[in-house]
Nanobody, 124 residues
């Protein structure tokens, strides 16, 4: 059974930083590209970032480029999302997802497995 468990969310002020973690089990992590998405109340789930299996390639949504960094530690079956210079508009539930394919896949339907999400709230 595949499980993705996110952690690291919380309440912060604008300009602060947070690092989210996603621990995977039940899949071959090194064969899985990992993605982060977010969903704010009343909005569709939005692509945030993706990292390739080996970590050499990364992709970002336009709204987070230059502020967020995705990374992974294959020895720990963990993906990370470092979020800097947070803004109130970054407030959302953040989800990690796994996908066995290659390339810059940014749609929710491209991902096979999802975590339950972690709440990030940024106050102004």
């Amino acid at each position: 059974q595949v499980q993705l468990v996110e952690s690291g969310g919380g309440l912060v002020q604008a300009g602060d930083s947070l690092r989210l973690s996603c621990v995977a089990s039940g899949l071959t992590f090194v064969y899985s590209a990992m993605g982060w998405f977010r969903q704010a109340p009343g909005k569709e789930r939005e692509f945030v970032a993706r990292i390739s299996r080996g970590g050499a390639s990364t992709y970002y949504g336009d709204s987070v480029k230059g502020r967020f960094t995705i990374s992974r530690d294959n020895a720990k079956n963990t993906a990370y999302l470092q979020m800097n210079s947070l803004k109130p508009e970054d407030t959302a539930v953040y989800y990690c997802a796994a996908d066995g394919r290659i390339g810059p896949r940014t749609r929710t339907i491209d991902y096979n497995y999802w975590g339950q999400g972690t709440q990030v709230t940024v106050s102004s």
